[in-house]
């Protein structure tokens, strides 16, 4: 049967898994089974992605990743070299706490920047950015930036991945000109 997405033969696919249409899997990533990856995907070197993991459509795994089970992420996110996700809030080797793995959602559009680290359970909302380096500890708003070790919001980003200045409650980006508004703390593009 031929298939229609790429997969180098250094790489490990495992049966039953979904993989879409257009999608590249390089060079020592393993997909296990029971996962579900969309169209036109890249996933890098040294990938792994774990059972039960739902990647959307258009997402771009960069190098040395493993996305845990419990992760979702959703169309167009990008994962940034090395980043870290965890699925079990206090884990140990002697104990078994597969029951116990927390979700963790990745918005629609989100990026997140090399070395971060993801604390299980939290989500990332849509369009977000994390930045290299951040450990995420607690939800993240859509169109946040967030940066440090907690991580902090530390303002807002376009559609477009540029950091967006208010006036007030309003914004406009100086590179799409995309327009936002701020109520009661949650960004939305107008």
């Known amino acids: 049967m031929e298939r229609d997405y ?7 696919v495992d049966e039953p898994c979904k993989i879409g249409r257009g999608t590249k899997i390089w060079h020592f990533s ?17 990938v792994v992605i774990s059972p ?30 090395s980043c870290v996700f965890t699925n079990v809030i206090n884990p140990r080797s002697f104990i078994e706490r597969k029951s116990e793995y927390r979700p ?27 930045g290299a380096g951040t ?15 907690p991580g902090r919001v530390a303002g807002y980003v376009c559609e477009c991945g540029e950091k967006l200045e208010f006036n007030g409650d309003r914004a406009r ?12 703390g949650k960004v939305r593009r107008e």
Do not use: W
């Open 6 to 12: 790429f997969v180098h033969e250094s790489s490990y």
């Open 30 to 46: 393993h997909i296990m089974k029971d996962c579900s990856i969309g169209e036109n995907c890249n996933i890098g070197q040294n």
């Open 135 to 149: 450990v995420v500890t607690r939800d993240v708003p859509d169109y946040a930036m967030v940066i440090g070790n």
């Open 104 to 130: 963790t959602i990745i918005g629609k559009g989100a990026s997140i920047g090399a070395n971060a680290t993801i604390v299980c359970g939290h989500n990332i909302g849509k369009y977000a950015l994390i």
């Open 52 to 81: 039960g993991v739902i990647i959307g459509n258009g997402v771009k795994i960069q190098n040395n990743v493993s996305v845990y089970t419990g992760v979702v992420c959703e169309d167009g996110v990008f994962l940034g070299p």
């Open 173 to 184: 980006c100086r590179c799409c000109e995309a327009e936002y508004v701020k109520e009661e």
